[in-house]
């Protein structure tokens, strides 16, 4: 990607230049902005208080550590008929891992990653950074729709929570006389990675090798090939369901539920 080496560069120049040259400071008129991705480092205190007294770790980190954090976020939508999805679609995530694995490890002290990626629905929005051994992800917005807690949640409303997945946990805040999960931070281990990893990166790895015009083939969809079905209507309905898989509009889990669901009512 040499299109875009000349921000890459202006970027951790003034990651590493921060404090030595106002003209490249990292401040709110500077700002990294590439396919609909915006970057920039911020203060603790300028995302919350509650970030204040959280002590930030250096690290270094490949860009597939990072591409497989972005894969694994996934978050629920509260609304009545709400199911759980992915943060990031394959394609924002090939827009992302790579910028925001650089501007990881290379933020000043004390600074922490503010990411902003426009989505057809709106922007997904939070900041990302390292703790002891964690890397913290913690949200503002997904898709356009902005965080409430579950106690402010109402029918028909469009708020969301993230959803931990195996190995990851929720921060939890100090709440009076106990302790209350944030359900828009998510917390995840960095696995140790020795400084051979971190030369090879640059290298495509497999998965990443795969990939053509930022975008994953999709695989083909499960159980399809076995299926024989003679009502129309229910043969159009089942194309429809295996196009949306296709074209990473649902999950595998979601696409095989409907398709039981479909093929019940039918058979």
């Known amino acids: ?12 120049a003034c990651a590493l230049l921060s404090g030595v040259t106002s003209s490249c400071s990292m401040t709110q008129e500077k700002k990294l902005r590439s396919k609909g991705l915006t970057l920039m480092y911020k203060s603790r205190t300028a995302v919350g208080q509650e970030l204040a007294n959280i002590r930030l770790r250096k690290v270094q980190l490949s860009e597939e550590q990072v591409d497989q954090h972005l894969r694994s976020l996934k978050y629920e939508d509260l609304s009545l008929f709400g199911k759980k999805k992915p943060v990031f679609s394959p394609e924002g995530i090939d827009r992302m891992a790579r ?17 902003d ?5 709106g922007a997904t929005a939070g900041v990302v950074f390292p703790t002891n051994k964690v890397l913290n992800w913690k949200f503002s917005s997904i898709r356009g729709s902005s965080f409430s807690s579950r106690s402010l949640v109402s029918w028909g409303g469009n708020n969301w929570r993230l959803v931990a997945q195996r190995g990851q946990q929720y921060h939890s805040a100090q709440k009076l006389l106990s302790r209350e999960p944030q359900e828009n931070w998510i917390k995840i281990p960095i696995p140790k990675i020795s400084e051979r990893q971190l030369r090879a990166d640059p290298n495509p790895s497999p998965s990443r090798a795969k990939r053509k015009s930022g ?14 079905v003679t009502d129309p209507d229910l043969e159009k309905k089942l194309q429809f369901l295996k196009d949306l898989y296709e074209k990473n509009l649902v999950d595998e889990e979601e696409y095989n539920r409907k398709r039981k669901e479909l093929l019940d009512t039918y058979l």
């Open 215 to 228: 975008r994953i083939k999709p695989k083909p969809a499960p159980e399809e090939e076995s299926t024989s």
């Open 99 to 115: 910028l925001v694995t650089k501007a990881i490890n290379h933020a000043p002290a004390n600074k922490i990653v503010y990411f």
């Open 1 to 12: 990607m040499k299109l875009n080496n000349s921000f890459i560069n202006f970027f951790l």
């Open 117 to 121: 990626l426009d989505t057809p629905r």
